[in-house]
């Protein structure tokens, strides 16, 4: 591992140290940036989140962006366009509440919207905006409980929410890089509220993903979009 210092810090960085942002971040040494954690630093340009037990993750725009590109999607056929109602005539206004690791967030930049993505961990969120430097997309990404920032915004025409989902059984665990998000993250326990206040807020419906072996989280969606390993509940608003 090279031992880069502050020196070689994107902006970004320097000013969630410097409380220049909506947090701040307490630097133990000049390579790491978390005190919570053992577990940001930034090394050859990148920014990673390391795991003690299980390994480091950064997130990669531009692979995922080249492999959605590959695919050639049938807007009509895919569940997840036909759950947000993306034809591909006009743009719709979309916000993405749970931005994560981006890839829902590019998938739908990639469908056709003009999308804005939340993140409220702060972890998280740096390691967005560092994958947005290396490789900038053209959607708004705002750190930052989307319930709290949503409040005093106009409204979207549709809200997407992809809340954690509870650990599975040991025998069935997920992949690694889905086990360091976890434990970068943690859980969502408001989802029920959430998707109460997203239904107030968006004017055209409500998009929640789930596990295909899950209940809903609020019963009774109007459709229910199926995909290999997902289903997504749409909730209209009337
Ligand atoms: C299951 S992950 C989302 C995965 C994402 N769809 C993807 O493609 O990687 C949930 C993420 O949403 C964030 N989150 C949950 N509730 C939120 C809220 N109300 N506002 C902003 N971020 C939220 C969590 O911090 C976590 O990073």
């Not at 859980?187 to 209940?215: I, N, Q």
Request: charged share 30%; hydrophobic share 35%.
């Amino acid at each position: 591992m090279s031992d880069e210092g502050k020196d070689s810090w994107p902006s970004f960085i320097q000013d969630a140290v410097n409380d220049k942002n909506h947090f701040s971040l307490i630097v133990e040494s000049e390579r790491k940036l978390c005190d919570l954690c053992d577990y940001l630093y930034f090394r050859d340009n990148v920014l990673y989140f390391h795991s003690n037990e299980l390994g480091e993750m950064s997130f990669n725009f531009e692979e995922i962006l080249r492999y959605h590109q590959r695919q050639n999607y049938a807007l009509s056929k895919e569940p997840l366009a036909k759950a947000l109602a993306i034809k591909g005539e006009t743009k719709r206004i979309i916000w993405d509440a749970t931005c994560g690791t981006g890839k829902d967030s590019l998938l739908i930049h990639h469908f056709g919207a003009t999308l804005t993505s939340f993140e409220r961990s702060p972890a998280v969120f740096l390691l967005l905006k560092d994958a947005l430097r290396r490789f900038p997309v053209n959607f708004n990404l705002v750190y930052g409980d989307a319930r709290l920032i949503g409040d005093s915004s106009s409204r979207p025409e549709v809200i997407y929410y992809d809340p954690m989902y509870p650990t599975k059984k040991k025998s069935a665990l997920a992949r690694k890089e889905m086990r360091i998000f976890k434990e970068m993250v943690g859980s969502d326990p408001d989802s029920l509220e959430f998707l109460e206040w997203a239904m107030t807020k968006a004017t055209e419906r409500v998009v929640v993903k789930r596990p295909l072996e899950a209940d809903p989280i609020k019963a009774n969606p109007t459709v229910s979009y199926t995909g290999k390993s997902t289903r997504y509940d749409m909730y209209k608003i009337f």
